[in-house]
């Protein structure tokens, strides 16, 4: 499950939420306004997804706030579904809306979902209906047919050009040092005044033919292989260092309390304890969670 940002708006709406099946890579694509919440999220898929399919086994996802929030955790708890996070760092894990070109081999997703070949397409031949109302509204489908096919392979023409404008062959050899771009886990809040890249690390050494391992510091909970795509050379002589963003076990980011929102006094056991409402950083004001304030 992930999303899809940045696309053009339609009816208000300008992204979509790509739901596909880990086995037979059928997706289901839902659009959403640009300010989704935790609130919106669940709602469209039990609407749209679990009418059809029921509630699931697992859910993959990476760590957008939506998914890591209190209020998503806690409703598929209730509901028996294990929530799975993608591997810290690891681009290969965003499948969603990029694994769905990559078809099962040897059948379709719609033979693998329904067990049946889906039904075939039968092109209109001029002049094959003796009803004209008819004859004009199959040729009016294979018009619309031939030119959604004729932009889509245009739109990806284009598309592949301007990647290929911009892609650039980047190559590290043991020894090198190389700075880390800070995905998946930039700050919402003062981007602009984040560093988007840490380090300078040392490069282990090539894993593959795309990724690299380097050398991190001590106690760091991410994965140490990263894809080429998230390193940048470090040329000067001057290094200009930034540490990790501290990641808890869960490979999440270790939660800040920025506020607290509300007090309240609770009975435990024969006494009394204080409790606050706290706003976390990187969360939803309604994510807020009721602490013990000696814990804090």
Do not use: C
């Amino acid at each position: 499950m992930d999303f899809v940002e940045g696309l053009p708006t339609s009816k208000g709406k300008s992204v979509v939420m790509v739901v596909v099946d880990k086995l037979t890579k059928y997706g289901h694509f839902l659009a959403l306004f640009h300010h989704f919440s935790a609130l919106d999220v669940p709602q469209v898929y039990m609407t749209q997804i679990y009418k059809l399919y029921g509630i699931p086994e697992s859910i993959i996802s990476d760590r957008d706030k939506v998914f890591v929030s209190n209020f998503w955790q806690e409703l598929f708890k209730q509901l028996g579904t294990k929530l799975h996070m993608s591997t810290a760092y690891h681009p290969q894990n965003r499948w969603p809306n990029r694994g769905v070109e990559s078809m099962p081999r040897g059948t379709t997703p719609y033979e693998a979902l329904y067990s049946q070949e889906p039904p075939l397409h039968l092109p209109y031949l001029a002049g094959a209906s003796l009803v004209a109302v008819v004859g004009r509204s199959l040729r009016n489908r294979e018009v619309t047919r031939e030119l959604l096919q004729f932009h889509l392979k245009r739109s990806e023409e284009r598309m592949k050009q301007m990647a290929d404008q911009m892609r650039s062959k980047r190559e590290f050899t043991v020894g090198n040092l190389v700075y880390l771009k800070l995905q998946p886990y930039r700050q919402h809040t003062m981007r602009n005044l984040f560093p988007k890249y840490v380090g300078p690390f040392l490069v282990e050494a090539k894993i593959g033919i795309v990724a690299y391992k380097l050398l991190l510091p001590p106690g760091s909970r991410i994965h140490h292989t990263f894809h080429v795509s998230q390193l940048k050379k470090h040329i000067s002589k001057a290094s200009v260092t930034s540490n990790l963003p501290l990641v808890g076990f869960d490979g999440a980011l270790s939660r800040e309390p920025i506020r607290v929102i509300d007090r309240r006094m609770v009975k435990k056991g024969n006494s009394a304890a204080m409790e606050v409402l706290v706003e976390w950083e990187n969360t939803f004001p309604k994510d807020a969670t009721w602490e013990n304030i000696q814990e804090i």
